[in-house]
């Protein structure tokens, strides 16, 4: 899968991340997103990705960040990367010792970190559920000025809701051409059912005569 934001960072769509991650930082000054989650509405759309770009755009601009593959059912992240996947988040979920020393792995970008999923539950709802996630979510803010947070689609399964009511938001990535307009309008339904707070979406797929690339509509952020 291509890092635009690596392989050519002065392109048009390197741009567009840029814009995208500016946005999200300045959404909101009296509640702003350090700690995001990136899912979709129905299927997976790319979204892992974007995240992964919009990850390189932090660090590229001097904040330490970390990348966590919370998609414990089909995480992409390390295969993103090209690292290994046998330590990660359910590795800071089941073991003490991981707490004070989470297996983050180097990405090869300065300042950014990443944290697999590690090895897949049986009950990934439970875990990123339960309190231990939040002790994890916590140690990880304390690492890094930006914790992004990889998710499975939002209509799939409710994990996208359970973790998202821990973070300080959620950003929604919506394919040009595929998702389709109900899936999307469901998907925010779901989650402001449950007190998530939507920071925006971001269009992926669209026209490269677009404004925006085909990466990212980073205009479309700040709902």
């Not at 010792?97 to 300065?110: H, I, W």
């Not at 690492?143 to 973070?167: I, K």
């Amino acid at each position: 899968m291509e890092l635009v934001t690596v392989r050519d960072p002065g392109s048009a769509a390197a741009e567009a991340y840029r814009t995208l991650r500016t946005n999200l930082m300045f959404s909101s000054v009296d509640r702003p997103v350090s700690a995001l989650l990136v899912t979709s509405p129905a299927r997976p759309d790319e979204k892992s990705v974007v995240l992964a770009n919009l990850a390189v755009t932090f660090a590229q601009g001097g904040h330490s960040t970390i990348l966590v593959d919370s998609d414990l059912r089909r995480p992409a992240q390390h295969g993103i990367w090209s690292v290994g996947n046998e330590r990660g988040l359910t590795t800071m979920m089941l073991e003490e010792s991981a707490l004070a020393d989470p297996p983050l792995v180097p990405t090869g970008v300065k300042g950014l970190q990443l944290l697999p999923s590690g090895p897949l539950p049986r009950t990934p709802a439970d875990l990123l559920g339960g309190q231990r996630m939040g002790e994890v979510i916590g140690l990880l803010r304390a690492r890094a000025s930006y914790v992004l947070f990889d998710s499975p689609p939002v209509l799939a399964v409710t994990d996208a809701a359970l973790l998202g009511s821990q973070l300080d938001g959620v950003l929604l990535v919506i394919r040009a051409g595929h998702t389709r307009r109900e899936h999307a309008a469901r998907a925010r339904e779901a989650l402001e059912r449950v007190h998530v707070r939507i920071v925006g979406a971001v269009l992926d797929n669209a026209p490269r005569a677009s404004v925006a690339s085909s990466y990212a509509a980073a205009g479309q952020t700040g709902a």
